[in-house]
């Protein structure tokens, strides 16, 4: 099957996306994108005994951006919040196979997903987040690079 610029992962993740849905009583939600450009993800994650036992997605993007929330859901379930953190989009994009570079920005929205939601999870259990969320102008240094 030719697949174009894309790896056959990226095209599997794409037409089969894994964990599409929403927890309705998710431990943790992260909400990341903009209406303007067209890719908005949201994440969540239900958390047991410190390890991610769910994750779901729902994305309203390209192909590149679902089979990002996808991927990404896959690598976190069953691990514990602090191998979760180590996430980055460097990784999502490994594990796709690779993605154009005009499409990275998608597994960016990817790990700033998971970022928002671990954050909340921590904000809901009264934890202090290690985490440093990245401003618009973080993210879009790293898109022109």
Aim: with cysteine; charged share 30%.
């Amino acid at each position: 099957m030719t697949t174009g610029p894309y790896s056959e992962k990226v095209m599997d993740h794409f037409m089969n996306p894994r964990n599409v849905g929403e927890i309705e009583d998710a431990d943790g939600v992260g909400t990341v994108g903009n209406p303007a450009c067209g890719d908005i993800m949201q994440m969540f994650i239900k958390v047991r005994d410190d390890v991610i036992v769910e994750a779901k997605f729902k994305t309203f993007g390209c192909g590149a951006a679902i089979a990002s929330s996808s991927m990404a859901t896959e690598l976190i379930k069953g691990k514990k919040i602090d191998e979760a953190l180590k996430i980055t989009n460097e990784e999502v994009t490994r594990e796709l196979g690779g993605l154009p570079k005009v499409k990275r920005h998608c597994s960016v929205l990817a790990e700033q997903a998971l970022q928002k939601a671990l954050d909340d999870y921590y904000t809901k259990h009264g934890i202090p987040s290690p985490i440093k969320l990245k401003t618009e102008e973080e993210i879009e240094a790293e898109h022109s690079e």
